[in-house]
């Protein structure tokens, strides 16, 4: 019985990493879409949006060296994984006022691959251990 369950649930952590990987590939295929106005990575550098190390679990509106409009940084927001998913859907609904000329994601998978993709980057744009 032991054994049916180890085996179990082996098979559910390998599945869950293949998919994670698939949706990490799937989420840099998605944020091409960004990278007219946005970049992650070691080098990343401010462009018409700031730059997305480090942005889940990070306040909005709080890179050094970006203008803001202010209604992002008085938005009061947390990036998590749930006002990310919102944002990307809608940012101009989530902050009205927002600079963001982007009309949203309108998959829920997109908007999840591409948040799995930021979620690797550290805030330094090195990749997380």
């Known amino acids: 019985m032991k054994s049916q369950i180890f085996f179990a649930t082996a098979a559910v ?3 869950s990493t293949s998919s994670q990987a698939q949706d990490l590939e799937a989420g840099k295929k998605v944020f091409n879409k960004c990278m007219a ?7 990343a550098k401010n462009k018409l949006g700031p730059v997305l190390n ?11 060296g970006f ?3 202010s209604a992002m940084q008085e938005s009061g927001l947390a ?3 749930e006002t990310l998913s919102e944002f990307l859907k809608a940012p101009k609904v989530v902050v009205p006022g927002t600079k963001m000329n982007f009309p949203g994601l309108k998959s829920d998978e997109e908007v999840a691959n591409v948040i799995a993709y930021l979620a690797q980057f550290e805030e330094d744009g090195s990749l997380a251990q």
């Open 13 to 15: 952590l390998a599945l």
């Open 37 to 43: 106005c946005h970049a992650v990575g070691e080098n």
């Open 54 to 64: 480090g942005v889940v679990d990070r306040s909005a509106g709080t890179i050094e």
């Open 67 to 69: 203008r803001y409009s």
């Open 79 to 81: 990036w998590d994984t």
